[in-house]
């Protein structure tokens, strides 16, 4: 975590990734992943936001809904970034299943007075053009209904460029997090300007 000066850090509110692999730099050292990025471009532009990367590799809508209420006590956050799903839909889960799961976690953030933002991802075609369709429909869907901020896509300009990915074609390069981070950061950083303390 970036140091800030004391009376900074006071005043610092938190910003929770809860995610899977994707948020948790797999196969990556931690300062290289997206979400450190992030921190870097908060300390950078002045904003008295701190980073808790709350992300497990692995880990699929029904575990984070496990475990949501505890991180949300644990580090207090006034914004949570979710992602997650790809885990579920690379096991064929139910659409209706996960998006059961991502909305009751919408739920706990608001309860927790928090602002959540979803992050969407997609997935290759494994299980037919239809549930990919469906899978990746279900982020928009949550966001339109919830009215939540939204990052439509997370690796969005890479799924085309091989040399972006790891050998498991699934995970990106260190080379690729800068990108991630811009993407996201497009749709952070009003979110973190217009909150209010």
Known sequence: ML????????????VMVFGDS???????????GWVHLIEERIAGARLAWRV????????????????LSEDLKRHRPSVVVIELGGNDALRGQPVAEMQSNLEKMVRLVRAARAEPVLVGIMIPPN???????????????????????????????????????????????????????????????????????
């Open 22 to 32: 994707l948020a948790a730099a797999y196969n990556l050292s931690p300062d290289e």
């Open 52 to 67: 808790v990367n709350a992300s497990i590799s692995g880990e699929t809508t029904a575990g984070g809904l496990r475990r």
């Open 3 to 14: 140091s800030l000066t004391p009376a900074a850090a006071m005043a610092a509110r938190t």
């Open 127 to 197: 299980y037919g053009i239809e549930y990919a369709a469906q899978f990746h429909g279900m982020y928009g869907e949550i966001a339109a209904r919830d009215k939540l901020v939204l990052v439509p896509y997370l690796l969005e300009g890479l799924v085309d460029k091989p040399e972006f990915f790891q050998n498991d074609r699934i995970h990106p390069t260190a080379g690729a997090q800068v990108l991630i981070a811009d993407t996201v950061w497009g749709v952070l950083e009003p979110v973190l300007r217009k909150k209010k303390p």
